[in-house]
């Protein structure tokens, strides 16, 4: 064999080699971490770590491959990347079979509804001629496809299906072809005819599109869940350039953003004393292929521990510096941390949930209780979201005083009461009609006070 032959052989197989060192680290970029980011009553998520259901908590993060379901008094919601969000109503299961990003960076999302209900407010992204978000429900042989904003309801029941939309349209598609769902209309599937529509004509028709539709116990749940990320999504000043937007509703309302000189533009929650530390209440979730993974028990507790950095601040104590945009940090990082500060450190061996302090926030079974009890020092641990009004007056008080603040909370929504459907009743629909009326008492939104205070509370 020639040396110039040689040469050929061995640059072709380097080529080779480089590309197959290439796929791995090209698939582990791809991959995306979704969070859940609220739970109520009796939720399980499985993580496919091969353990099956457990129990479930706040800012778990959720992968390609995981599935969440709810008990007869359980509800969560998951959060997207772009603030979109997916809610499970009580006695409903979602798989998550894909969670992805395509060539382009443009995110790929297949989630599977196994049983009961679910509730959609998503809002893809398209960026000039690339190819935009995709977002697709699979329920028993159909599917639902979402290009743009879109607010709706999926639900199964025995053997048929309904979709609602609120907001939006979808395009659907059945074993009998496909049909598109404008807003404020509804469609009815019989799904003991999907198999028969393939083979005799007069099956086809296995949908009916409606001008209304019926409204569901837990419409005025979604519709509050909405409203609190409607109010503060864009609330309390916040400057931060992130291309994210889970948990930005958490942040502005449970605590405040300011400039520190010296460290920028930091972010720091409600109601902590000179001796709170963002690491003291939590625990450490098993993942396969990543190891285990902080989770904060605070319900403002997602993009601070996997975003930027915590910095300890003389004078101030504790801030998120938010940053590193590019990577999620399944550890958090701490800069200049007090000397008997205690990072986190993940468990050396085993594959179960490991508390810390006080651990993760018990689920309440029906929303907040009628009167809350905030603590000094509490950073708000407990305190569901959008249940009290004023946390930043409520936090100044404390301030002054430390003692507890008992508060008054807005009413839980009903499990089980019905609300009214929206539209004009018709004759050939099978729905009923009537007036929406789905959005339950919340707290008033906060606007944070510029310019920030002198010390942050």
Same mark, same amino acid.
């Given at each position: ?277 963002? #690491? ?20 403002? *507790? ?83 979201? *959008? ?34 459907? #929206? ?19 919340? *707290? ?14």
């Amino acid at each position: 064999m020639s040396i110039a032959r040689l040469g050929k052989m061995l640059a072709m197989w380097a080529v080779l080699a480089a590309a197959f060192l290439v796929v791995p680290a090209s698939a582990e970029s791809k991959a995306r971490i979704v969070r859940l980011s609220e739970v109520q009553g009796t939720v399980q998520i499985d993580r496919a770590t091969g353990d099956g259901f457990d129990k479930a908590f706040i800012n778990l993060p959720v992968i390609e491959g995981s599935r969440l379901k709810t008990g007869k008094d359980g509800r969560a919601e998951v959060e997207f990347e772009d603030g979109s969000a997916l809610r499970l109503a009580p006695d409903s299961e979602v798989d998550f079979i894909r969670l992805a990003l395509g060539d382009d960076g443009q995110k790929l999302s297949t989630v599977q509804l196994v049983s009961g209900t679910v509730y959609a407010n998503l809002h893809p992204k398209k960026v000039g001629d690339k190819a935009g978000d995709q977002f697709l429900l699979n329920f028993a042989r159909e599917s639902v496809t979402v290009a743009a904003a879109a607010h709706f309801r999926v639900e199964l029941a025995d053997a048929t299906a309904t979709v609602a939309v609120f907001k939006g349209k979808l395009s659907a598609t059945s074993p009998s072809g496909q049909f598109d769902v404008a807003e404020k209309h509804s469609a009815t599937i019989d799904l003991a005819n999907g198999d028969l529509a393939k083979n005799d004509p007069a099956k086809k028709d296995t949908f009916v599109i409606a001008k209304n539709y019926e409204a569901d116990p837990s419409d005025a749940w979604d519709r509050q869940q909405t409203d609190y990320h409607d109010r503060y999504a864009s609330a309390g000043g916040s400057s931060i350039s992130s291309p994210y937007g889970y948990g930005m509703s958490d942040l502005n309302y449970y605590g405040n953003f300011m400039t520190v000189p010296g460290y920028g533009n930091v972010w720091q929650p409600y109601f902590i004393g000179a001796n709170w530390s963002p #690491f003291q209440d939590g625990g450490w979730a098993f993942y396969p292929g990543a190891g285990y993974m902080w989770v904060s028990g605070y319900p403002w *507790g997602w993009m601070p521990y996997n975003y930027g950095n915590w910095a300890f601040v003389p004078g101030f104590g504790w801030v998120w510096q938010p940053g590193y945009w590019n990577s999620w940090n399944g550890i958090p990082r701490a800069v200049n941390p007090p000397v008997r500060t205690k990072v986190p450190t993940p468990p050396v061996r085993g594959h179960q949930t490991v508390m810390v302090g006080l651990g993760l926030a018990a689920n309440p079974a029906a929303g907040a209780p009628r009167r809350l009890t905030i603590n000094p020092g509490s950073a708000s641990f407990g305190v569901p979201r *959008g249940s009290v009004r004023h946390l930043d007056r409520l936090a100044k008080t404390m301030d002054r005083t430390s003692r507890p603040v008992v508060v008054a909370t807005a009413p839980p929504v009903s499990t089980t009461a019905p609300t009214t459907g #929206f539209g004009t009743s018709s004759s050939s629909s099978p729905m009923r009609g009537g007036t929406s009326t789905g959005t339950a008492p919340m *707290g008033a939104p906060h606007r944070s006070a510029a310019p920030p205070p002198s010390r942050p509370h």
